[in-house]
């Protein structure tokens, strides 16, 4: 059950994210506010990986769930980059 939760995240992020980059090809400024949001989650991402094991602690779930998750959020990112640059 839990990958069927963690597969409608997935899909949710990647159209999330490719509704991010159409946003983000409107306007000069919105792209630099959705440039700003990616580098600052990016970041967010990045830290989650160096922290995994405090931060599975204060989450109160299991290293490898936390791990699932951020493998996840990172096929969203690059589905969703794809998606953008092919558009």
Request: aromatic share 14%.
């Amino acid at each position: 059950m839990r990958a069927v939760y963690l597969a409608n995240y997935f899909v949710a992020g990647c159209i999330a994210f490719s509704l991010l980059g159409w946003i983000a090809s409107l306007h000069p400024i919105t792209f630099r506010a959705v440039l700003c949001l990616i580098a600052a989650t990016a970041i967010i991402w990045c830290l989650s990986w160096l922290l995994d094991f405090s931060l599975s602690s204060a989450l109160k779930i299991s290293v490898r769930d936390l791990q699932a998750y951020l493998i996840a959020a990172g096929a969203m990112f690059l589905v969703g980059l794809g998606v953008y640059l092919c558009t």
